[in-house]
């Protein structure tokens, strides 16, 4: 596929859990971007991917949230101890900051927390 | 601190008539201003940018934004709405030098095109 693609696409978990969300970036695009949208907040930055190293993890909510990013492509979002305020559209974005162009989103995870 | 506004909550037109979309930016230096449009149950599709250069740009499905320094504006533009075009528009800014780090997004407008 030519785009972003985030899995898995919807995810239901129980208070407490820990979870894992993917994404997979455009082909060659060295940066990478993990957002939150949400009724309440809109949409909220997280973490910023260059290659394997993050730059900027000032949107991280808490020490409950990390990511890594390995082979500078594929990124894993962690969540662990979920809580309700988790719930959200997790979208991830990854770009070829050369090219001036802009960010390239995927589809997101629908996350749900009971 | 950098950041972007959307005055407004929701835009109705109807269709064929001609829709702003307005968007403010607050940021230091030179500006990397984009637009993206959100459907339902979609992630956000990049729409156009400005980097510099001519303050008019033209984007997909026949938008176009207009730049304005003095104004600090950047607000989006179509000739003619259509129904297609109902959706929720985000205005950003790129906060890094150059086209690197995160965006900023404004809260996001929704546009109502009317048939």
């Known amino acids: 596929g030519a785009g972003v693609s985030q899995s898995p696409s919807n995810k239901v978990t129980e208070k407490g859990k820990d979870v894992e969300l993917r994404c997979d970036p455009i082909s060659g695009h060295t940066a990478l971007y993990w957002y939150r949208q949400s009724l309440g907040q809109g949409l909220e930055f997280l973490i910023y991917?260059?290659?394997?190293?993050?730059?900027?993890k000032s949107g991280l909510p808490s020490d409950r949230f990390s990511a890594e990013r390995t082979g500078g492509s594929v990124s894993t979002l962690t969540i662990q101890r979920t809580q309700q305020e988790d719930s959200a559209v997790y979208l991830c974005?990854?770009?070829?900051?050369?090219?001036?162009?802009?960010?390239?989103f995927g589809p997101g995870t629908r996350l749900t927390v009971l | 601190a950098q950041s972007v506004a959307q005055p407004e909550d929701q835009v109705n037109v109807a269709e064929g008539n001609p829709l702003t979309v307005k968007c403010t930016y607050s940021v230091s230096g030179n500006p990397y201003l984009f637009w993206y449009v959100q459907y339902p149950n979609r992630g956000l599709q990049f729409l156009l940018k400005y980097i510099t250069g001519d303050n008019l740009v033209k984007g997909s499905y026949g938008f176009e934004a207009e730049f304005n320094k003095s104004q600090t504006s950047f607000h989006l533009k179509k000739p003619s709405a259509l129904v297609s075009d109902s959706a929720l528009y985000f205005c950003?800014?790129?906060?890094?030098?150059?086209?690197?780090?995160?965006?900023?997004f404004g809260q996001g407008t929704t546009l109502q095109v009317k048939p």
């Open positions: 974005a990854s770009s070829f900051p050369l090219t001036s162009g802009g960010d390239y």
């Open positions: 991917f260059q290659g394997n190293s993050a730059p900027d």
């Open positions: 950003a800014v790129r906060s890094g030098s150059g086209n690197t780090g995160k965006l900023i």
